[in-house]
């Protein structure tokens, strides 16, 4: 190979074999050609930056394209360069009677879990993005500390202190890639440390349970009642996996002596609490329920996201972790799984405002949209009670007993997809919640909103 390669023009991997340069060039692009690797259109380097590339003649790689051009593999034009030239690639036939498959997404969408996507503040992310890039420092662009940016640790303490009443320290938080992966290093971590069993709310999501599943942890199930999830003692579990300002899917907050004695169960069995803060900053009604880690910090990790305030494809979530498990889960992983640039852009995001003012316009949107729900289901639905809607995004749409899968069937055939409260219980929960729907009304964006709620409308009972 030749000391100096080109220093403009494209790379282009090729191993010329067998006798003589020329026709070893000829034959490797002929073959990447023919195999696909070179896909028709690609346009390839220039005779000299290719000569030079491999240490070779420049006459001889103008030969071996003009060998391929007359062949009609490539293709040569003024202006345009030495491309791969077009070719009919054959399609395998198609069967006389193909079976019709079956619909892809549906054109309504209320399963819950997901923001409206279309309101996601793009100019003001663009802007925090500009700034935080211009304003980072160099060492930002390294491996970095493996709780994450600092600059995101010290806004989101002082976020978390201020909105959710979180005992936060920034030495204490690692940035995680959403809840699924913090809820993964945790419970890796238990297991590590000899823990057996994760006590879990008897309604829940399964991606959760199976997660605890794979670390070797066992999940039983909370008891409930009319109240909710009786959490005040888990019995031998040696942790405990809480959403307890806006549990999901049934929608209420723990009651407030169930809080408190959870805790004691924690600080007595020296137990850990794993408090999801499920949408936990769209309350409606009056101000948002505060954080269980307060009470007990040294017990209970506190776990947030930016899935439902933002969106879910940013990839960005924390814990608030006791400072005798800090060591461990950094030790797992933590914040080097998420961009050094997203993390600065959610920092400026925070200490900006802008944050802020998005949650509260959300927080606006969403309750009209919850109200417009109720409205609509009261004049044309009478016999559907909604719970659940103090808080969140989503309702739960009580159904008269044994109509839950009907109903589910009826949506598909208004080509609305929507899920039952049976897809979120345990399948070692005794007894049940009722028949219900889980709607998630945040989901579809402004202009699709009416006719999903139509959609909804025509298909219960």
């Given at each position: 190979m030749a000391e100096h390669r080109a220093t403009s023009g494209i790379d282009l991997h090729l191993e010329p074999a067998g006798p003589g340069l020329r026709r070893g060039l000829t034959d490797a692009l002929r073959e990447a050609v023919r195999t696909g690797r070179l896909a028709p259109g690609t346009r390839l380097p220039s005779s000299r930056s290719l000569a030079a590339d491999l240490g070779i003649a420049r006459n001889t790689v103008?030969?071996?394209?003009?060998?391929?051009?007359?062949?009609?593999?490539?293709?040569?034009?003024?202006?345009?360069g030495t491309r791969v030239a077009p070719r009919e690639v054959p399609r395998p036939p198609t069967p006389a009677a193909a079976p019709r498959r079956a619909p892809g997404r549906l054109s309504h969408d209320l399963v819950p879990g997901t923001p409206d996507l279309s309101s996601f503040p793009r100019a003001e992310w663009l802007r925090a993005t500009r700034r935080a890039l211009a304003s980072a420092p160099h060492d930002a662009l390294g491996y970095g500390d493996p709780r994450g940016r600092p600059e995101l640790r010290a806004a989101l303490a002082d976020y978390l202190a201020r909105v959710r009443g979180v005992r936060a320290d920034a030495e204490r938080i690692v940035v995680c890639s959403g809840f699924a992966h913090g809820l993964q290093l945790l419970c890796e971590v238990l297991r590590a440390r000899g823990a057996r069993t994760l006590a879990v709310e008897p309604y829940g999501l399964?991606?959760?349970?199976?997660?605890?599943?794979?670390?070797?942890?066992?999940?039983?199930?909370?008891?409930?009642?009319?109240?909710?999830?009786?959490?005040?003692?888990?019995?031998?579990?040696?942790?405990?996996?809480?959403?307890?300002?806006?549990?999901?899917?049934?929608?209420?907050?723990?009651?407030?002596?169930?809080?408190?004695?959870?805790?004691?169960?924690?600080?007595?069995?020296?137990?850990?609490?794993?408090?999801?803060?499920?949408?936990?900053?769209?309350?409606?009604?009056?101000?948002?329920?505060?954080?269980?880690?307060?009470?007990?910090?040294?017990?209970?990790?506190?776990?947030g996201t930016a899935s439902k305030s933002l969106a879910p494809g940013l990839r960005l979530g924390w814990m608030v972790l006791p400072p005798s498990l800090l060591p461990d889960v950094v030790?797992?992983?933590?914040?080097?799984?998420?961009?050094?640039?997203?993390?600065?852009?959610?920092?400026?995001?925070?200490?900006?405002?802008?944050?802020?003012?998005?949650?509260?316009?959300?927080?606006?949107?969403?309750?009209?949209?919850?109200?417009?729900?109720?409205?609509?289901?009261?004049?044309r639905a009478p016999d559907v009670r909604v719970t659940g809607i103090a808080a969140g995004l989503h309702a739960v749409l009580r159904l008269p007993p044994g109509t839950e899968q009907s109903v589910v069937r009826a949506a598909t055939w208004q080509n609305l997809a929507v899920h039952g409260l049976s897809r979120y219980r345990h399948p070692a929960t005794g007894g049940t919640a009722g028949d219900a729907l889980v709607v998630g009304y945040a989901t579809p964006p402004d202009h699709a909103w009416s006719g999903t709620l139509e959609a909804l409308c025509r298909a219960l009972p």
């Amino acid at each position: 190979m030749a000391e100096h390669r080109a220093t403009s023009g494209i790379d282009l991997h090729l191993e010329p074999a067998g006798p003589g340069l020329r026709r070893g060039l000829t034959d490797a692009l002929r073959e990447a050609v023919r195999t696909g690797r070179l896909a028709p259109g690609t346009r390839l380097p220039s005779s000299r930056s290719l000569a030079a590339d491999l240490g070779i003649a420049r006459n001889t790689v103008a030969d071996a394209y003009a060998d391929l051009v007359a062949e009609g593999w490539l293709t040569a034009r003024q202006g345009s360069g030495t491309r791969v030239a077009p070719r009919e690639v054959p399609r395998p036939p198609t069967p006389a009677a193909a079976p019709r498959r079956a619909p892809g997404r549906l054109s309504h969408d209320l399963v819950p879990g997901t923001p409206d996507l279309s309101s996601f503040p793009r100019a003001e992310w663009l802007r925090a993005t500009r700034r935080a890039l211009a304003s980072a420092p160099h060492d930002a662009l390294g491996y970095g500390d493996p709780r994450g940016r600092p600059e995101l640790r010290a806004a989101l303490a002082d976020y978390l202190a201020r909105v959710r009443g979180v005992r936060a320290d920034a030495e204490r938080i690692v940035v995680c890639s959403g809840f699924a992966h913090g809820l993964q290093l945790l419970c890796e971590v238990l297991r590590a440390r000899g823990a057996r069993t994760l006590a879990v709310e008897p309604y829940g999501l399964d991606v959760h349970w199976d997660l605890a599943a794979r670390a070797g942890l066992t999940t039983t199930p909370l008891p409930f009642d009319a109240l909710g999830t009786r959490a005040q003692d888990p019995g031998d579990a040696d942790a405990v996996l809480l959403s307890p300002a806006h549990q999901f899917p049934l929608g209420g907050a723990l009651r407030p002596e169930r809080r408190a004695a959870v805790v004691d169960w924690a600080r007595r069995t020296g137990g850990l609490i794993l408090e999801d803060d499920y949408d936990g900053e769209f309350r409606y009604d009056r101000q948002a329920v505060g954080a269980l880690q307060n009470l007990d910090p040294d017990h209970v990790v506190h776990l947030g996201t930016a899935s439902k305030s933002l969106a879910p494809g940013l990839r960005l979530g924390w814990m608030v972790l006791p400072p005798s498990l800090l060591p461990d889960v950094v030790a797992h992983g933590g914040g080097r799984s998420v961009s050094a640039l997203e993390q600065l852009t959610l920092a400026e995001f925070l200490t900006s405002g802008a944050y802020d003012r998005h949650v509260r316009a959300a927080r606006l949107r969403y309750r009209r949209r919850r109200d417009s729900l109720a409205g609509a289901l009261a004049d044309r639905a009478p016999d559907v009670r909604v719970t659940g809607i103090a808080a969140g995004l989503h309702a739960v749409l009580r159904l008269p007993p044994g109509t839950e899968q009907s109903v589910v069937r009826a949506a598909t055939w208004q080509n609305l997809a929507v899920h039952g409260l049976s897809r979120y219980r345990h399948p070692a929960t005794g007894g049940t919640a009722g028949d219900a729907l889980v709607v998630g009304y945040a989901t579809p964006p402004d202009h699709a909103w009416s006719g999903t709620l139509e959609a909804l409308c025509r298909a219960l009972p």
